[in-house]
């Protein structure tokens, strides 16, 4: 039954080591989000896919990078992850966008140490 | 771009009151507004949302209102229980697209 799957559900990496998260949806979605949020924060986000239009938000920071070879999978890429990229991130997806539901994942936990 | 505010930023009510839940919004081509809840530890989850050509819309012990004039839309909650007690955020999508911007989010508590 699950629609939008996030993995890992935990990720414990080092200071400087890149690190991979991955989502992929069964819902057959043409939009694809990442969020970072932070404790006591509403999600951030980071940048979306229209089909295979990518999308970044201005402040995002270079060191994130995003890829999605396919309708059902994307992922998000940490090249140089800092202390202060040590956040939960969300996939979420929505059938055509901002007027429609946007259906999150179970988010992964990143820890930097 | 959207501006989405929310008010108060916590709030507490006894088992049994209402909460009212306020959001305000800057663009006025938004023509979207949904409400997430997000309990500790768990995703946000949609549990009403709003179009642009309607004013109210009720699920049970959930409404919301749309105030398009004022800009503003709000999140009613009634007969509160404690599994109420969450983070809700409220959204808008910045004119004509495929985003969300979300508010700073609320934190409800709900006394047994």
């Known amino acids: 039954d699950a629609m939008v799957i996030q993995n890992p559900r935990y990720q414990v990496t080092q200071f400087g080591k890149p690190v991979t998260l991955s989502c992929s949806q069964t819902?057959?979605?043409?939009?694809m989000y990442w969020y970072q949020q932070k404790s006591s924060q509403a999600p951030k986000l980071l940048f979306h896919?229209?089909?295979?239009?990518?999308?970044n938000e201005a402040d995002t920071p270079d060191n994130f990078q995003s890829r999605r070879p396919n309708t059902s999978f994307c992922f998000l890429d940490i090249r140089s992850p800092g202390l202060g990229d040590a956040a939960m991130y969300l996939c979420?997806?929505?059938?055509?966008?901002?007027?429609?539901?946007?259906?999150f994942g179970p988010g992964t936990r990143l820890t930097v140490l | 771009g959207e501006n989405v505010e929310q008010h108060p930023s916590t709030l507490s009510v006894q088992e049994g009151d209402s909460a009212v839940i306020k959001c305000t919004y800057s663009?006025?081509?938004?023509?979207?507004f949904p409400w997430y809840k997000q309990e500790l530890g768990k995703r946000p989850q949609l549990i009403i949302d709003?179009?642009?050509?309607?004013g109210e819309k009720k699920d049970q012990r959930i409404a919301v209102t749309l105030n398009k004039t004022a800009k503003h839309f709000s999140l009613h909650i009634t007969e509160t229980q404690p599994e109420d007690s969450a983070v809700y955020f409220c959204?808008?999508?910045?004119?004509?697209?495929?985003?969300?911007?979300f508010g700073k989010g609320i934190t409800l508590s709900v006394r047994p």
């Open positions: 709003i179009r642009s050509n309607v």
């Open positions: 663009d006025s081509a938004s023509n979207y």
């Open positions: 959204a808008a999508p910045p004119g004509a697209n495929s985003k969300l911007t």
């Open positions: 896919y229209y089909d295979k239009d990518f999308n």
């Open positions: 819902l057959n979605h043409n939009v």
């Open positions: 979420a997806t929505s059938s055509s966008g901002g007027t429609d539901t946007q259906y």
